[in-house]
Structure formats: structure tokens, C-alpha cells
């Protein structure tokens, strides 16, 4: 079992910046490759950003790319998510996942082949 919590979450203006992180616990963090993905009202839940196991390869939405920088520390079991110039449309429910997949960047932004997930931290950002 993996648990994952998020934080960081919170009410920011358009063009601000805000860090989610979120902690690991459980089996061994460095195994597995990490993502954050978001939920809008009414909206699917869609992939964000993604990171392989060392922290070596990232994979980004386009919406986000430039903007999101995804990063990890296995010594701490930590994954952090960045995001600046923030935007109205990046209004979500932001959530972190897990899982032992094998690194390919057709496969890290779909949402069914990550097996752990966090409850979910609300980012709004106001215009």
C-alpha cells in the first residue's frame, strides 16, 4: 500500500504561483513514477504532469507546460508540483498518484494506469 496527502492547496489571484506537494508513505517511494492530475466542476479528471522514478523524465499537459514544473525528492517522499501564472481555468481539485508503470509518455498521462491516488487538495484562482 501506498498513502499519498496532499497539501498546499488555496485561493490565489490570476498570474500568482502556488507549490502542491505530496507526501508519500508506505512501500518503497523511489519505485514509483509520480503524477499530479486535476478536476474542474463538472469536468473530468485530466492529467497535469507526470515524473518517472529518479526525478529524471517529466512529462507535462500542454496546458500547463511552461507554466507547471513537477519535481520529487525520494529522500524526503515528496512530490511537489509548481505552478505559476496561474489562471482562471486551472480552477481544480489537484490530486497526486502513484503507481510502478513503465515510463512511456503515451501511457503517463492516462489516468486508469495509476493505482494509488490522494484525496485531493482544491487550487482556486481568481480573476
Known amino acids: 500500500q501506498v498513502q499519498l496527502v496532499e497539501s498546499g492547496g488555496g485561493l490565489v489571484q490570476a498570474g500568482d504561483s502556488l507549490r502542491l506537494s505530496c507526501a508519500a508513505s508506505?512501500?518503497?517511494?523511489?519505485?514509483?513514477?509520480m503524477a499530479w492530475f486535476r478536476q474542474a466542476p463538472g469536468k473530468e479528471r485530466e492529467f497535469v504532469a507526470a515524473i518517472n522514478w529518479s526525478g529524471s523524465s517529466t512529462y507535462y499537459a500542454d496546458s500547463v507546460r511552461g507554466r507547471f514544473t513537477i519535481s520529487r525528492d525520494n529522500a524526503k517522499n515528496t512530490v511537489d508540483l509548481q505552478m505559476t501564472s496561474l489562471k482562471p481555468e486551472d480552477t481544480a481539485v489537484y490530486y497526486c498518484a502513484a503507481d510502478k508503470l513503465r515510463w512511456r509518455t503515451a501511457l503517463v498521462g492516462i489516468r486508469s494506469e495509476y493505482y494509488y491516488w490522494g484525496q485531493g487538495t482544491q487550487v482556486t484562482v481568481s480573476s
Open positions: 508506505g512501500r518503497t517511494f523511489s519505485n514509483y513514477a
